[in-house]
Structure formats: C-alpha cells, structure tokens
C-alpha cells in the first residue's frame, strides 16, 4: 500500500523546509509529498527529496483551507492520506505508524502533537534537524491524552479531530463528501468535516508512534485576527449539527464583550468588531505555545 502526504501552504516557507527535511528522514518515507499552495506561486529552493513532490495551486484571498484540503486529495496519486500541517515537524516513525494503522484497518488515525517555544527548531552541522532538541522541548496540549508508541486507541468523540496530523483512506474521505468548502477562512471545517466522517460510519483513533512537533507562530487569544471567519464558520456549522464548534473561542469574545452568546444559544449576535490595538494586544509572547 502506497501513502501520499498532504500539507497545505500559505507563506510558511521555511516550516516547509523543516517538514519536507522532516518526512525525507522518516523510517518509512512518503511516496510522494503533495503541496496545495494557497499563494500566488510556489516558493523556489525547497530541499531534495527521495520522493517526489507535486504542487497544485488553490485560489482564494481569504484561507481556502477546506477547498486546499479536496484539492491536494484530488492531487494525490496514492489510496492512503496523511494529511501534515506545514507547521508541524513529524517524528522518524510518523509515516511508518500511520501506514501500519491503515493496513490494519480503514478509519481516522489522530498522531499526537506537541507544541514548541520559539526558536526551538535547530539544523546540525549536516543540515539535519535537531530531533533530540525538539523531543525535550516538546509539550503535549493539555487538552490532549498521552498515547503509547505502540498503541492505538479508540477515540469516541469526533469533535476531537484537529487537522494538524491525520491520516485516513481516500475512500472514506470522499464517502464523507470531503470538506465542505463554504467554510472559508480559519476555523471550523475541520470539525465539520470530522461530523461528515463519523456521519459515514468511519471511525477514530489515537495511533501512538505518529508524533509531530508544531513549529511556533505567532498566536493571538482571543484570535481576534480570525474573528469574521470564526462567526460565520461558527453559524454555518450550528445550521447543520444544532450544535457550536468553536466554543472556546466563541467564549473569549463573548468575554470580551464582542458577541452575544452562549452554549445553549442558538445564535450569534455580533456587538462590535475588534480595533487594531485590541488585536495587537492580544498578540500572545513567544513563550506561548498554544492560545
């Protein structure tokens, strides 16, 4: 069985350049690296890999994150998918567990995360990552369990899936319909999509040894930055699912005093708008890992 990993792109060049390095290093390489560039053109002088890459291109000024997601789908000449954000680094096994899970079994595979400070990514002398810098400066999200190298377990709750590192079978994407590419901009199509998938009878889990560590970015909480799109994500999944995604962030601005809602709402009643020194206020430190 062949895999095609999936990242998508938008001015993120050299966390690229970290991930493709990341993936040429893995015990069991990718056979083929596929890149939905959500920008003009492509970026030049990526590294050499021992797989090919392809590139396709996806319009939209506003993130098409859903639409880049089918596109590179769409891209991909191979049945097994791990879809990889830009952002993060995956550890030496992430390929090689996420195909044994899929050999295994067709169904949604979540690899653990973990998230790093500022400055934590170092090249040695060779031009290979520091891997050994990255595993002790990495830090497991809270919100997330600790799983063993060698298990996979069930996860019952599909509100779970984040869409930094997942691998599933083609099929079971496109039996869910794939995303939904009214969602634009950050923010919901992910959990959307995860709705679709559990609709389609495909199941999830938590498969250990499929570790990435997120490169830092700036982080803003409120993520004021995303407002717009987070309400109108926010409203168009309530219309399908009777239920919020999003709830914690729809929390801050409901703290801030910017909407008018709740979890039991059925609404979303917009106050005011965030002003720009309101946004960079919001601009977490470096040491932040996670908003």
């Not at 040429?24 to 797989?51: G, K, S, Y």
């Not at 392809?54 to 993130?63: K, S």
Request: some cysteine; proline content about 7%; hydrophobic content about 45%.
């Amino acid at each position: 069985m062949k895999l095609s990993a999936l990242t998508l792109v938008r001015h993120r060049r050299e966390h690229l350049v970290n991930l493709m390095l990341s993936l040429d290093a893995q015990h069991h390489r990718p056979d083929e690296l596929v890149i939905a560039w959500m920008q003009p053109e492509p970026e030049t002088n990526l590294p050499a890999t021992q797989f090919p890459v392809r590139h396709v291109m996806v319009e939209g000024d506003a993130l098409p994150l859903a639409r880049a997601r089918n596109a590179a789908v769409a891209a991909a000449r191979f049945e097994a998918l791990v879809f990889l954000d830009v952002d993060c680094i995956a550890s030496p096994t992430l390929i090689e567990r996420y195909h044994h899970a899929l050999r295994q079994r067709s169904a949604l595979y979540l690899g653990e995360v973990h998230y790093l400070p500022a400055d934590a990514v170092r090249r040695r002398a060779d031009g290979t990552l520091d891997r050994e810098r990255l595993a002790r400066l990495g830090e497991r999200h809270p919100a997330r369990p600790a799983i063993e190298a060698d298990e996979i377990r069930p996860e019952p709750d599909p509100g779970n899936l984040w869409g930094l590192s997942f691998a599933l079978m083609r099929e079971d994407h496109l039996r869910a319909g794939g995303m939904d590419e009214e969602y634009v901009g950050y923010g919901g199509e992910e959990t959307d999509y995860a709705w679709r998938l559990a609709a389609a009878e495909v199941s999830f889990h938590w498969v250990g040894g499929a570790l990435a560590w997120h490169q830092h970015h700036p982080l803003y909480a409120p993520p004021w930055p995303h407002f717009d799109a987070i309400i109108a994500n926010a409203r168009r999944f309530h219309r399908r699912w009777q239920r919020w995604c999003m709830d914690y962030w729809l929390g801050q601005f409901s703290e801030a005093g910017a909407i008018d809602w709740s979890p039991s709402a059925d609404r979303i009643e917009v106050l005011r708008r965030p002003g720009e020194q309101e946004i960079a206020a919001a601009r977490l430190p470096a040491s932040a890992r996670y908003g």
